[in-house]
């Protein structure tokens, strides 16, 4: 059985984004079924979505949208403000200690 391939960093938090996106104008089991499909869980964006897709709760929506437009990267795991140069690193640590 075949490892499965390297990850892209960058391709990781374009996909966290593009699921967070994805979730706002569709049902939350289709976001669930997204973060899956691309095997990243974000516990903090997911703590959003679920704010996000609350009803009853007048103005939350717009409170989101607007720390979206303000703060975007607050919406995330800090996690995924980190440089790949260490992401680099380890993966070349990993291939010459084989």
């Given amino acids: 059985m075949q490892p499965p ?12 984004h593009e699921c967070w996106t994805h979730a706002k104008s569709h049902a939350k089991t289709e976001y669930d079924d997204m973060i899956k499909l691309h095997g990243i869980k974000d516990n903090i964006n997911e703590a959003w ?22 703060s975007f990267h607050r919406l995330f795991n800090p996690f995924l403000n980190l440089k790949g140069e ?10 010459t200690a084989e």
Avoid: C
Avoid at 49 to 70: A, C, H, N, S, W
């Fill in 5 to 16: 391939a390297l990850r892209s960093w960058e391709n990781t938090i374009a996909h966290v």
């Fill in 49 to 70: 979505v679920e704010k996000y897709k609350q009803r009853g709760k007048p103005g939350q929506k717009e409170m989101i949208d607007e720390l979206e437009q303000t």
């Fill in 86 to 95: 260490l992401f680099q690193m380890i993966k070349i640590a990993e291939i």
